[in-house]
């Protein structure tokens, strides 16, 4: 079964940055189409920024601007690097990734805390 592992969340002050990243338990599970999404309380989860397997990319209106999303494809990786966090930024992060150009799956997510 695959695995997709984050990491990089944590707590960090208004204004801040972190970057969280994305990658499969086995190199040989390759990942294709890759989306960060989010989940704060009460909310539904959302769609933050997606890259293709071609590194097209696309971002929520909310974080455009700040965040950046990349891949490293040497290293079967994604990152998502945030600038500029405020306190809505606040929520848990999934990855969620298209697998060997067939399968999807979701990461267990990591949580973000923006907080003075």
């Known amino acids: 079964q695959v695995q997709l592992v984050e990491s990089g969340g944590g707590l960090v002050q208004p204004g801040g940055s972190l970057s969280l990243s994305c990658a499969a338990s086995?190199?040989?599970?390759?990942?294709?189409?890759v989306g960060w999404y989010r989940q704060a309380p009460g909310k539904q989860r959302e769609l933050v920024a997606a890259i293709t397997s071609g590194s097209s990319t696309n971002y929520a209106d909310a974080v455009k601007g700040r965040f950046t999303i990349s891949r490293d494809n040497a290293k079967n990786t994604v990152y998502l690097q945030m600038n500029c966090l405020n306190a809505e930024d606040t929520a848990v992060y999934y990855c969620?990734?298209?697998?060997?150009?067939?399968?999807?799956?979701w990461g267990q997510g990591t949580q973000v805390t923006v907080s003075s």
């Open positions: 969620h990734a298209n697998i060997t150009n067939q399968y999807t799956y």
């Open positions: 086995r190199s040989i599970f390759r990942l294709y189409d």
